[in-house]
């Protein structure tokens, strides 16, 4: 069966320091990765994704995700974060052959003065 | 405008009671999904749809029931609300053969 871990549940960062959020995922197929962002009272916001190609994807906001099939991962980053990127992070997979997407259960980012 | 609208936002009924969440788009898409988000839980599919007659049950469909009145109109209901149904829902569309997803901005239910 499809699967999405993030194993972290909750960072803090310090405002300028440097972000990772970790995402993995068990599929049989290709994938399609995604990372969405949720701020404090808003729906799902696309922040990038990765059909094929590049491995190496930029994404709105300054972020930034890597494709590694041998590590079946797909890492956010983002080189200095601001006060306004505290928000909640979700990876998400979906396959060719797949008819929905499979969602991470999130991690909580908290950026700290 | 918004491209999905989701009426109403926020919502507490009392249990038993039956309830409709509703959920347009602008986008065109045929592709409409209803998700549930629990703190922890991340986002779980209840019901989709992938044109007006198409229905397809998600991973925790059970309590609730769906109508594709139209392409742009995608409504969830609760037959019976009960206490753990308390939740923030989101629609979301995507169009045919694009598995990118496009959110509403949730309606959070409550359950007493």
């Known amino acids: 069966a499809q699967s999405v871990t993030q194993p972290d549940i909750h960072i803090t960062v310090s405002e300028g320091a440097s972000l990772e959020l970790r995402c993995n995922y068990s599929?049989?197929?290709?994938?399609?990765l995604f990372w969405y962002v949720q701020s404090p009272g808003q729906g799902l916001q696309l922040l990038l994704k990765?059909?094929?190609?590049?491995?190496l994807v930029q994404g709105i906001k300054g972020f930034e995700a890597e494709f590694k099939r041998s590590q079946s991962s797909f890492n956010l980053r983002k080189p200095s974060v601001h006060w306004s990127d505290a928000a909640e992070y979700f990876c998400?997979?979906?396959?060719?052959?797949?008819?929905?997407?499979?969602f991470g259960k999130g991690t909580m980012l908290l950026v700290s003065p | 405008d918004a491209d999905v609208t989701q009426t109403p936002r926020n919502r507490i009924t009392k249990t038993g009671k039956r309830i409709m969440l509703e959920c347009s788009q602008t986008?065109?898409?045929?592709?409409m999904y209803w998700y549930r988000q629990d703190p922890g839980l991340g986002l779980r599919l209840i019901y989709y749809?992938?044109?007006?007659?198409?229905?397809n049950k998600g991973e925790i469909s059970d309590g609730y029931s769906v109508s594709r009145q139209a392409q742009a109109k995608f409504s969830l209901s609760l037959e019976s609300a009960i206490p753990n149904q308390t939740a923030l829902y989101f629609c979301?569309?995507?169009?045919?053969?694009?598995?990118?997803?496009?959110f509403g901005p949730g309606t959070r239910l409550t359950v007493t």
């Open positions: 986008k065109g898409h045929d592709r």
């Open positions: 998400a997979v979906g396959a060719k052959g797949y008819s929905t997407l499979t």
């Open positions: 979301a569309t995507s169009d045919v053969d694009s598995y990118e997803q496009y």
């Open positions: 990765y059909f094929s190609g590049d491995t």
């Open positions: 599929y049989g197929a290709t994938p399609y």
């Open positions: 749809s992938f044109d007006v007659k198409d229905i």
